[in-house]
């Protein structure tokens, strides 16, 4: 059974996705405010958390933001009626896996969220991936670079572990949106947000950057010299 942790301060919106979801056998538990859903965000293992953007006490950037600074790394799909694109990256620079603007298809929803979901509790195998400075724990689905640990959300992860099974090869964008997003792919935009928050974890911190854009065709890691 799905845990998921749904923050919205919309009582009718609520209610309607509380009937959705518990109909599809998921267990819901829930906060009408920012600062009650991170309290119980840091506090319970949830296979992901529904977070809308406008929320009272703590508004669902700053819920985010707190949450991967704490370490936390469960899938955040951000609910909003905002849909304009400075808020969508917004929102993705401040750890979301994905975003959803209301009024949302419920079908959609739905499998956005068990594609997250698939993907932060997906099968696993004991395995360590390496790269130059890079290694990543599949297991865990941890990674470190020079031994320091880098904060990954589910997405970034993803993102990293495929590059590095294919390293040096190339990984197109095509192929990084097939992964991530199967049929329902976003725009490039999303993809390049995410691929600016990697950077932030794996390049930013150290001298060489690993992390190699191929003109119009994809990415790619390169090792150190």
Known sequence: MNKILLIEDNREVAGILFDYFECLGMELDYADNGELGLQLALAGNFDLILLDLMLPRMDGLTVCNKLRAAGKVTPILMLTALDNREDMLN????????YLTKPFDLDI???????????YRGQTA??????GSLSIEQKTRQ???HGKKLA??????????????????IVTRQELAEKLWQED???NDVLRS???????????????PMLKTIPKIGFRLEEEA
């Open 152 to 169: 990954l959300n589910p997405t970034t992860y993803t993102i990293l572990e495929l590059l590095c099974m294919r390293a040096p090869d």
């Open 126 to 131: 004991e395995t360590i991936l390496t790269f």
């Open 91 to 98: 929102g993705f620079q401040h750890g979301a896996d994905d």
């Open 143 to 145: 990674a470190h670079r």
């Open 109 to 119: 929803l739905e499998a956005r969220m068990r594609a997250l979901i698939k993907r």
């Open 194 to 208: 995410h691929i600016y928050q990697l950077r932030n974890q794996l390049d930013k911190p150290f001298a060489f």
């Open 185 to 187: 792919e976003p725009n």
